[in-house]
Nanobody
Framework: QVQLVESGGGLVQAGGSLRLSCAAS????????MGWFRQAPGKEREFVAA?????HYADSVKGRFTISRDNAKNMVYLQMNSLKPEDTAVYYC????????????????WGQGTQVTVSS
């Protein structure tokens, strides 16, 4: 069982940066692939980034966002730079045992989400 708690969301101007954090419980954290997803109003939840033995990124965030993890601290991070208004969404942290997947259905555990709003 893994419990996830996101933090770090907020309001930022276009071009700015935010760093999201996800704190995970559980002694087997390092076994899990970790992902970040986002969901804007009226849209489906979409993949943003994932990390296991390597990182994966959605094309829309490549070069702007960086996912990282600290297994000693049971933490996952999403550094978001050069933010755009279209990045506005609720961002979710997720954990799963299928490595390299971008499908939300493959992730077993989810946090409650943190709101990111980018103003133009």
């Amino acid at each position: 069982q893994v419990q996830l708690v996101e933090s770090g969301g907020g309001l930022v101007q276009a071009g700015g940066s935010l760093r999201l954090s996800c704190a995970a419980s559980g002694r087997t954290f390092s076994n899990y692939a970790m992902g970040w997803f986002r969901q804007a109003p009226g849209k489906e939840r979409e993949f943003v980034a994932a990390i296991s033995w390597r990182q994966h990124y959605a094309d829309s965030v490549k070069g702007r966002f960086t996912i990282s993890r600290d297994n000693a601290k049971n933490m996952v991070y999403l550094q978001m730079n050069s933010l755009k208004p279209e990045d506005t969404a609720v961002y979710y942290c997720a954990a799963g045992l299928v490595y390299g997947t971008t499908s939300p259905a493959e992730y077993n555990y989810w946090g409650q989400g943190t709101q990111v709003t980018v103003s133009s």
